[in-house]
DNA sequence: GCGACAG
DNA sequence: ATCTTGTCGC
């Protein structure tokens, strides 16, 4: 099965990013709000931090020209880089005063230039977004997959399970490793994760549902990585996620069950197994709310459904074993 | 003190 | 997601 469309020639978020901090002149600075605006979205600035991190970013990025949005400067995650901060914005005539930048208004540099990547994958979704189906009837299913990655590094392994839906069955089970090309920004798992499966998912029986570890419409715009699988693979998919992306939860039939509303439309449900914190369910496509958790409930043997589970411990054994 | 957005 | 030792509980 060949790539999907919407997930070829994704940009290089990490060299855009990097791309956009270039352009801070000597002297100046701006914050990571900005450069993830100028990427296309504001809620990519922990990627953005994370970009710049001494690990990550180009000999020839002014990294230290990039501080918080309130002028206070931070450094990288496990590294001392904050006095180093401090002393390459003193170099280029910057004062910094207690840790803050002491004329951040007026040295701000905010004529930033980018193609906005972010926003053309959030057009891309939005077109997508239209071809999800979420019926009220049910339809007839006899298996259920789970797929789930797991992360070294720049490596991925997915894994994905086949159960039989009456016994349980395991009846089919396939791996793969890979090289992760996209970042994790919430609201874009998709083009993260969905080109590592996509070789796993082609050619599932009929009949099969696919759950996946994330969200389905319960995402900020309707499209979580569960209904983008749905409409890219041509299968009904069901999201699970283990935290809430949005959204608020409202008083359910019985104790361990609510629903969750999104801007007034009800987009799923938050469902605690006994004393386990609760899981997120939402259709991602081709299958309604109530078949979603009724599918979900029939495999919950813990906070985990069992097919996520296992796709999620042969995928982590997975990783594991190619340590060396 | 508030916010803390799936994996 | 991952970083991580011992520790609490079924």
């Known amino acids: 099965m060949m790539l999907h469309e919407s997930l070829k020639d994704l940009p290089d978020l990490w060299a855009e990013a990097q791309?956009?901090?270039?352009?801070?002149?000597?002297?100046?600075?701006?914050?990571?709000?900005?450069?993830?605006?100028?990427?296309?979205d504001r809620a990519s600035s922990k990627f953005?931090?994370?970009?710049?991190?001494?690990?990550?970013r180009a000999e020839d990025v002014p990294w230290h020209r990039v501080v918080r949005s309130d002028g206070s400067l931070v450094g990288s995650r496990s590294s001392d880089t904050l006095a180093e901060k401090a002393t390459l914005l003193s170099g280029e005539g910057v004062a910094v005063t207690s840790g803050k930048?002491?004329?951040?208004?007026?040295?701000?540099?905010?004529?930033?230039?980018?193609?906005?990547?972010?926003?053309?994958?959030?057009?891309?979704?939005?077109?997508?977004?239209?071809?999800?189906?979420?019926?009220?009837?049910?339809?007839?299913?006899?298996?259920?997959?789970?797929v789930d990655v797991s992360y070294d590094g720049n490596r991925a392994f997915a894994s994905l399970v086949t159960?039989?839906?009456?016994?349980?069955?395991?009846?089919?089970?396939?791996?793969?490793?890979?090289?992760?090309?996209?970042?994790?920004?919430?609201?874009?798992?998709?083009?993260?994760?969905?080109p590592l499966v996509a070789p796993l998912v082609s050619s599932l029986d009929e009949e099969t549902v696919l759950m996946y570890d994330g969200n389905g419409i319960l995402h900020p715009h309707g499209f979580g990585v569960a209904c983008h699988a749905g409409i890219v693979f041509d299968v009904p998919t069901i999201g699970v996620a283990k935290r809430l992306l949005c959204g608020t939860l409202s008083g359910g039939q019985n104790a361990n069950v609510s629903?969750?509303?999104n801007h007034g439309e009800m987009v799923g449900y938050a469902v605690a197994h006994g004393e386990h914190k609760p899981i997120y369910i939402s259709p991602g496509h081709g299958i309604s709310r109530s078949q979603s958790l009724f599918i979900?409930?029939?495999?919950?043997?813990?906070?985990?459904?069992?097919?996520?589970?296992?796709?999620?411990?042969?995928?982590?054994?997975l990783r594991r074993s190619a340590d060396d």
Do not use: C
């Open 19 to 40: 791309e956009i901090v270039r352009q801070v002149p000597r002297g100046r600075v701006t914050t990571y709000g900005r450069v993830a605006e100028a990427l296309g």
């Open 48 to 56: 953005v931090w994370l970009a710049l991190t001494p690990s990550e």
């Open 101 to 146: 930048i002491a004329d951040f208004r007026d040295l701000l540099y905010d004529d930033l230039k980018s193609s906005s990547p972010l926003s053309a994958l959030r057009a891309k979704q939005m077109r997508l977004r239209e071809r999800v189906k979420v019926p009220r009837s049910d339809v007839r299913l006899s298996r259920v997959a789970g």
């Open 163 to 194: 159960l039989d839906f009456e016994s349980e069955e395991l009846l089919d089970e396939r791996s793969r490793s890979s090289e992760v090309r996209f970042p994790y920004i919430p609201s874009y798992l998709a083009f993260r994760e969905l």
């Open 259 to 261: 629903k969750v509303l």
């Open 296 to 317: 979900v409930r029939r495999f919950l043997k813990s906070r985990i459904p069992i097919p996520l589970q296992m796709a999620h411990e042969r995928a982590n054994a």
